[in-house]
């Protein structure tokens, strides 16, 4: 449901923020807008300034030649009222006939704040008597009886936060029921969604108007199980194929052993058969390892080789190691060097001993395979806060920048391998691969500052990762 109420919160957060923009949009185009425009009190000083400007010569008035200009600009006329005899004075020329020259008290007050003949008119005070501007008809609307309630004036700003808010409220209700149908057939589209990793059959109903992507999302569940149940017929099918072969070879694989190794013994034979004799019992070990190896794999791949864990020193284990396989090389080809960075109280791990000393073993025969005519082997244990490494390091032939990124991403040890003429990098490895990710830790590969073959086996600080 999480990502259903991700989708509600991000749909309700884009509806607020783009009502709230179209607010504040409209708000400053209605700013922009009233500026443009002249504003009410721009008639009414016009009126004083020509009340001021308007001066007696004798028995005439003149207005100044600005003011003037000003009025015939806009197209304004004005006419000047005396206050004893309400008659016209003074006006402008181009006066329109339906403008009177005489007025009554009555008609004064109505112009004042109305018209006069349709044109909308303003006033203003002289020494004289009332000067009086007319606008063109279109330019200005006045209203004629202003009077607002002073409660109402007050108040005004919390009524129109009482107005925006109930139209918010009203756009996100009309937003809810708009969608409710939508968000009912939404939840039942990600429960089904978020069930598909967790390998169960799922099973939405398909209604509403998302009943389309719930029939693809019940294909999509019943296509999985089908993948998921022949994925598993295969595999069994190649566990028991493993273990069917590696159990049928082993008794005759031993009559071989058994044979070939009296022949190398026997003192009847040419040394030359003798030493073909040795040839046979060394491949024939080689195998029996790479059968008891390939049983190896197929278990610790499924979770079938059990772990018999205990506290373990690393220090130990690259002694032991080191030692029984300096004991198998009489003609010292393969020197080992051991370094021990660690000390006695913080070189132990919890894991399983046969398991982990196989992992080194194959590590140090990995060296020995890959660099026939010999190299120097460096096995070095360090031990940090952070975690514990054993690293097998040789000097030998090393390995290719694209055989090293193969053995790094080789998903599984029954991929067919291209490089059959060469020796490969691969059970052993793979199954060094899978003891380390049973202990909680990694391999890393790379190349070693010598130039040959480097492997690490990581414990505790997994997640850091090291390039070389």
């Not at 660099?371 to 806060?385: E, F």
Request: aromatic fraction near 6%.
């Amino acid at each position: 449901m999480s990502g259903i109420v991700k989708i509600i919160r991000r749909c309700i957060g884009i509806l607020s923020l783009s009502t709230l923009f179209i607010l504040l949009l409209n708000i400053a185009l209605l700013m922009s807008v009233s500026a443009r425009m002249a504003t009410n009190a721009g008639p009414w000083t016009t009126a004083e300034e020509t009340a001021q400007e308007l001066r007696k010569q004798g028995k005439r008035y003149v207005l100044s030649k600005e003011q003037a200009n000003q009025l015939r600009a806009e197209h304004v006329w004005a006419v000047l009222i005396d206050n004893q005899t309400l008659a016209v004075q003074w006006h402008t020329d181009g006066l329109p006939q339906e403008v009177p020259l005489s007025y009554t008290a009555c008609e004064i007050a109505g112009l004042t704040r109305g018209y006069i003949g349709g044109y909308p008119t303003f006033t203003a005070e002289s020494d004289s008597g009332l000067v009086v501007l007319g606008y063109p008809k279109d330019r200005y609307w006045k209203h004629m009886f202003p009077s607002w309630d002073y409660q109402f004036i007050k108040n005004a700003p919390y009524l129109a936060l009482t107005v925006v808010g109930v139209n918010l409220a009203a756009i996100f209700l009309i937003y809810v029921l708009a969608n409710a149908r939508f968000l009912k057939s939404a939840c039942p589209i990600a429960e089904g969604i978020e069930a598909l990793p967790l390998g169960g059959i799922v099973e939405v109903k398909e209604q509403g108007i998302l009943s389309g992507i719930a029939l693809k999302i019940n294909e999509t569940s019943r296509m999985m199980q089908v993948q998921r149940r022949e994925l598993a017929r295969k595999e069994t099918a190649r566990a028991n194929w493993i273990s069917g072969v590696s159990h049928d070879i082993r008794t005759p694989l031993s009559m071989v052993m058994g044979y070939a190794g009296q022949l190398a013994e026997s003192a009847a034979l040419p040394a030359e058969d003798r030493k073909k004799a040795e040839i046979i019992c060394a491949q024939s070990i080689r195998m029996k390892n790479l059968i008891n190896d390939l049983n190896l794999a197929s278990k610790l791949e499924y979770n079938m080789q059990p772990l018999s864990k205990e506290q373990v020193s690393l220090s130990a284990l690259a002694r032991q190691s080191a030692a029984d396989f300096i004991n198998s090389d009489p003609k010292e080809t393969y020197p080992v060097a051991l370094e021990v960075c660690c000390d006695a109280a913080s070189d132990r791990i919890r894991g399983d001993k046969a398991l982990l000393l196989r992992a080194l073993r194959n590590l140090l025969e990995n060296a020995r395979i890959h660099n026939p005519a010999g190299c120097r082997i460096q096995l070095t244990v360090h031990c940090t806060a952070n975690g514990k490494r054993l690293t097998v390091e040789d000097d030998g032939v090393g390995i290719s920048e694209e055989k090293l990124e193969n053995l790094r991403h080789t998903p599984h040890y029954m991929m067919h391998d291209a490089g059959t003429g060469e020796p490969r990098h691969g059970l052993g490895l793979l199954i060094v691969q899978q003891i380390a990710a049973a202990h909680g830790g990694k391999v890393v590969f790379g190349h070693g500052k010598q130039g040959g073959f480097l492997a690490e086996m990581v414990f505790g600080d997994v997640h850091e990762d090291r390039k070389r």
